[in-house]
């Protein structure tokens, strides 16, 4: 099985629980990794999104933060044309942003799960087979 955690997820590994809500789902989801049977694909572009928002909330730990989110075993897939399509569709029908689009549309296109503690997100697509809360999972 494929899961597409986003960065709203992956922030929640590193992050106290005080700061990040949800963190044991977040764990959960990170520990997949440790079975063959579950994937942990990311767009490239999730190592900016989590970096961005450490080197604010935490600027001196945030390389090692980064660099222990990086350990997890992330797989990073670039993009294809029938993704960025994708991507370009979800963003058009449901005004969301690329960023958040890209980590759906990837799971979309490995027949994965998307995993996000973006609410709004949900509420914007709905919810479907690609998409979880990970307050569910």
Not at 44 to 61: C, D, F, K, M, Q
Not at 85 to 97: D, F, H, K, M, R
Request: charged share 20%; hydrophobic share 45%.
């Amino acid at each position: 099985m494929i899961i597409v955690p986003d960065a709203s997820v992956i922030l929640k590994w590193v992050l106290p629980e005080n700061i990040s809500p949800l963190q044991k789902q977040a764990l959960a989801v990170r520990n997949t990794v440790v079975t063959d049977e579950y994937k942990l694909l990311v767009p490239a572009l999730w190592r900016y999104e989590v970096g961005n928002t450490l080197t604010r909330i935490v600027p001196e730990e945030s390389l090692r933060l980064i660099q222990l989110c990086e350990s997890v075993g992330l797989e990073e897939v670039s993009p294809t044309a029938g993704w960025l399509q994708l991507v370009v569709e979800l963003v058009q029908t449901y005004q969301v942003s690329f960023y958040d689009a890209s980590y759906h549309a990837l799971a979309i296109n490995q027949s994965g799960v998307f995993v996000t503690a973006d609410e709004k997100y949900i509420k914007k697509v709905g919810e479907s087979q690609n998409i979880k809360s990970l307050k569910d999972f």
